[in-house]
């Protein structure tokens, strides 16, 4: 399964049940959430197209006085305008001035985001055998089937120590009276059988 954006180590998302592969490419990848109490966050107060700014400069002195005056008293001393180029190819297609500030949260706000961030970011489960991507508590993507092999391993390699799984000691064992030749010391991890120390 592979998103539609998928490109090898550039974008999208890539998962293999069989193999148990899986690539993710993300620029923003949300594990975990900001505390509940408030936190200092940055308020947009406006944004304009390079071409929607007065040209003549007193006209802008203007127009920026008076976006100023409209952000709280208390916040315009961290108030700020950025200009940015925000064309795709950054060929100076689309350049925009905003102007931000930055504030505490108020509780209400704090409270808010907290609750939404429940469920926002992408999600990653396995459970039951079914894996399922969800987006901002939306499904996006879910896989029934992916489990492990009901059949444990014959054996497994701890340490560069080899350990036979007990299950398979007992299905290969012989009954009857054999003569015992030789006596073998072993310790069991995890339901597999191999040598002590």
Same mark, same amino acid.
């Given at each position: 399964?592979q998103?539609n954006?998928?490109?090898?180590?550039?974008s999208?998302?890539?998962?293999?049940?069989?193999?148990? &592969?899986?690539?993710?490419? !993300? =620029?923003k990848l949300?594990v975990g959430m900001?505390?509940?109490?408030?936190?200092?966050? %940055?308020? +947009?107060?406006g944004?304009?197209p390079?071409?929607e700014?007065?040209?003549?400069?007193?006209?802008r002195?203007?127009?920026?006085?008076a976006e100023l005056?409209k952000?709280?008293a208390?916040?315009r &001393?961290?108030a700020?305008f !950025? =200009?940015?180029?925000?064309?795709?190819?950054?060929d100076?297609?689309?350049y925009?001035? %905003?102007? +931000?500030y930055?504030r505490?949260?108020t509780?209400?706000e704090?409270?808010?985001?907290h609750?939404?961030?429940k469920?926002?970011?992408?999600?990653i489960?396995l459970?039951g055998?079914?894996l399922s991507?969800?987006h901002d508590?939306?499904l996006r993507?879910?896989?029934?089937?992916?489990?492990?092999?009901?059949?444990?391993?014959?054996?497994?390699?701890?340490d560069?120590?080899?350990?036979?799984?007990?299950?398979?000691?007992k299905?290969?064992?012989?009954?009857?009276?054999l003569?015992?030749?030789?006596?073998i010391?072993?310790k069991?991890?995890?339901?597999?059988t191999?040598?002590?120390?």
């Open positions: 399964m998103s954006d998928y490109v090898q180590a550039m999208g998302l890539l998962f293999n049940p069989k193999t148990g &592969e899986f690539e993710l490419n !993300t =620029t949300q900001l505390p509940s109490d408030p936190q200092q966050i %940055t308020i +947009t107060a944004e304009w390079d071409n700014l007065p040209s003549n400069a007193i006209e002195y203007a127009f920026i006085g005056e952000i709280p208390e916040f &001393e961290s700020e !950025t =200009t940015e180029d925000f064309s795709f190819d950054r100076g297609s689309d925009r001035t %905003t102007l +931000t930055a505490q949260e509780q209400d704090a409270k808010a985001r609750e939404k961030n469920a926002a970011g992408t999600r489960s459970v055998g079914v991507i969800s508590g939306v993507t879910q896989i029934d089937g992916v489990q492990m092999d009901e059949k444990p391993a014959p054996f497994i390699i701890i560069g120590v080899m350990y036979i799984n007990g299950a398979c000691i299905e290969a064992s012989l009954t009857g009276n003569s015992v030749r030789s006596l010391s072993a069991v991890i995890n339901g597999y191999g040598p002590t120390a």
